[in-house]
């Protein structure tokens, strides 16, 4: 079973970089894609980028492509999340998340197994 551990949270100032680490144990291999999604106060849950096994593929939601790069390291069996220029509206908890079969990246219900979270927040 994977259990996912989510750091590199923080205060940080629009402008800035942040780079968010999803630490995975446990038998991965069975795993299809990793996602992060980010859920601010008062709001769902929303997705904000997914990474294949292979790192073959990568998806953004629109609000974040081309400041947010997601990679894989399989080494330390780590995804990141490099957030570059971010906004006060980036502001959330920020969670990944394990899907073991293909499906719809962008839903969360396509995944799993989930770690408990690491807050940003943005001011301007």
């Known amino acids: 079973q994977v259990r996912l551990v989510e750091s590199g949270g923080g205060a940080v100032q629009a402008g800035d970089t942040l780079r968010l680490s999803c630490a995975a144990s446990?038998?991965?291999?069975?795993?299809?894609?990793t996602a992060w999604f980010r859920q601010a106060p008062g709001k769902e849950r929303e997705y904000v980028a997914a990474?294949?096994?292979?790192?073959?593929?990568?998806d953004y939601a629109d609000s974040v492509k081309a400041r947010f790069t997601i990679s894989r390291d399989y080494a330390t069996k780590t995804v990141y999340l490099q957030m570059t220029a971010p906004k006060p509206e980036d502001t959330a908890v920020y969670y990944c998340a394990d899907a073991g079969e293909a499906g719809d990246f962008r839903l969360a219900r396509e995944y799993d197994t989930w770690g408990q979270g690491t807050q940003v927040t943005v001011s301007s």
């Open positions: 990474i294949t096994w292979s790192g073959a593929r990568a």
């Open positions: 446990g038998r991965t291999d069975s795993v299809f894609a």
